[in-house]
């Protein structure tokens, strides 16, 4: 394994007719990495997942997939990757257990073990046929056959949408090992609490733009702390301080959101006015999600 | 009921632009042909002895039927377009209803549309009443168009209605078979198959003179309502009674069953896939093997029956010593036999060219469907994929086109004591149509590469092909128009020693096609439904 990123992308332009799909968007995602591509509906997450197949071609901008060109270079890096995607649509009269096996074998091989393992372990039936399938159970049928296979890197598009909370939890064990093996993972997830459980780095993107790029501590540290704080007297110059966000007051009690680089000057002002108690509540990804998306909105 | 209106509406809308074209294929075809006749054979004693020469060919007889009366242009159009245009309306019927119930079932939108305030039965019954409008709207442009050239209004109405009429009762074929079946694929091909079947056993009963036979079939019907010929009304009511009793059987089984659930269970399939199924050729004979097997039983049948009624032809001559004589100029009884499977064989050449369509645009099935696109995630290089398919198309067509031929050269030997020799004579004429069937998989292809969108114009290229062969003489067409088809370049290999020219410019010319067409899907981006 190289210390070259898996995938690089910078600057990718990406239209349909009119529409802009990608509009100078920018992705790193590091060789051994969980990567968490977050955004809204419709912000280009399968678009760029797709370019990176070498489904559709980039418009500007460069995109590198395992060090290769993933338009020119689409089958030989097929091998090296497994790919599940948003909407699995299977073939109505093959079976579960067929369709896994051609999937494994047409990226060049199956670990027949590890197919019954996961079908174990993810408790799918594999003789049906693939219009007997619910949504859920096609989305595992597409996951065993990337999982069963032994490749380098993982693409995943909402895998999880469809499954119910046990096999979520499978999910994220399976992830959880896969990160161990070593293998690269970029998880195009809207399931918050799924990324803060399994994912290093984090990209979100809006409108085919990348908004927000680092670990999850960093973002964090980036973003607002919810305080809430019993107090002796209400100080004066809340209200109009810089960062404070969302105050509501009630009697002596205040809460309020405040920028991470305020937190110190709003601090001070609080110890003066007397504490009586204080929670401090960091941000979640859901509420740096949502500043995001409500932006978009 | 609740809804039902909205649903047509929605049926019309997706519609608009295939049922008009339907419409006016169908009605446009008998009014042309009328025409046609009229110009051809202005004069009765003409058409009398047209008359007298089918009503000795019992091969004539297999293929459109018998001449009720020869003296009028209405009585030989009834007779040369009754079995070609009421199998087409029952075509149109058995698209619409299918498009509009059992795919609607398997694409998930039918459970979307459910959900809303829309009656159970709402979107069958939309699509019962679309199929009915668009036969009405047929019959009545026949009838127009048929009195409008001055032909008795009372067997233009009895011809419209016998069209239209073939129209309904496959309407309720095709609902009936749309309860039984999970998948529009498999609904297709089980009223196609009933449509076939009604062909055969009108064939049969015409040719052998069995009415018996003949009454079996709704296209027997559509004859036996004797447009111009001293119409017997009657016979209008067992369209009407048989299609309610067919969509009266699908209204019980539908009540019977869930949504998006056939009555025949599916069955529990394999665990593991085949030690074959490995590649995209593997794939591709996996989804398509089923209905090959379909189309080549079809074409051993036919080939069978056409085969063994060759001989017949020749016994023209017994009863004609006019044309007795003229024969003898162009070769004798032997030359009209050969001239009627050389035709044979050309038909089979031509429909051969829907299955290659058919199977061509499984690429543009499975592109649209989604299924394309984890098949091209793997190491699979997308010419490779292209020809899974396009070997089907391709083999399967020269596959079905062997075994009509053998067939008929089969039947056909049996009769006169040589079947092993007929058998290869047959097999090789056939075989010569397979350049000329393989351009319209090249026109499938092209379009699938370069205009995903317009691939039903590959349809589009085949009706036209049948057309012009079947027309284009009739009309007296410029040889330059009638030309544009592949089908007119095949080389008479029964009658003449073959030229190869023609199937060498149409081999290449279906490569050139094939080429573009690939080069031009590995250069655009796959499409998301």
Redesign the interface.
Known sequence: MTNSPAILVSGLTKHFGKVRALDGLDLTVRTGEVHGFLGPNGSGKTTTL?IL?G???AGSGHAELLGGQPWRD???L??RLA?V?G?????????????????G????GIDRQRKAALLERFDLD????G??YSKGNRQKV?LI?ALASDVELLLLDEPTSGLDPLMEAAFREVIAEERRAGRTVLLSSHMLSEVEALCDQVTIIRDGRTVETGTLAGLRHLTRTTISAELDRLPDGLPGLDGVHGLTVNGCHVRFQIDGEHLQVVLRLLTDSGVRALTCQPATLEELFLRHYQVAA | MTGTLTMVWLALRRDRLLLPVWVVVVAGVITVSAAAIADLYPQAGQRIALGVTIGSAPALQALTGPVFDATSVGGLTAWRATTMSAALAALMSMVVVTRHTRAEE?TGRAELVGACRVGRYAMSTAAVLVATGANVLIALLITLGLAGQGLPVAGALAFGAAVGGTGWVFTGVALLAAQLT??ARTTNALAAAALGLAFLLRALGDAAKVEALAWLSPLGWAQRVRAFAGERWWVLALFVVTGLVLVAAAALLARRRDLGAGLMP?????????AY????LA?AW??QR?GLLGWAISFVVVGLLFGALAYSVGDIVGDNPQLAAILEQVGGAGALTDTFLAAELSLLGLVAGGYAVQATLRLQGEES???A??????????WRWILSHLGMALGGSALIITAGGLAAGLAHGLRIGEPARQAMRLLGAALVQVPATWTLAGIAMLLFGLLPRLTALAWAALVAFALLGQLGELLQLDDRVRNLSPFAHVPQALSQPSDVGPLLWLGALTAALLSAGTVAFQRR??REG
Do not use: Q
């Open positions: 797709r197949l489904l559709l071609r689409a089958v030989a097929h091998r790919y995607p909407d699995v649509v299977l073939w109505p009269t093959l079976s579960g257990g067929e369709a896994i096996d051609l999937l074998r047409l990226r060049g594999p003789t049906k046929k219009r007997a597409a056959a | 398997e999970t998948h599916a069955r529990p399939g394999r665990p593991d896939a085949a199924l490995a590649s995209p794939l996996r989804l089923g469907a989604l299924r696109e984890p098949v091209l995630a793997t190491a699979v290089l997308r981006d796959l």
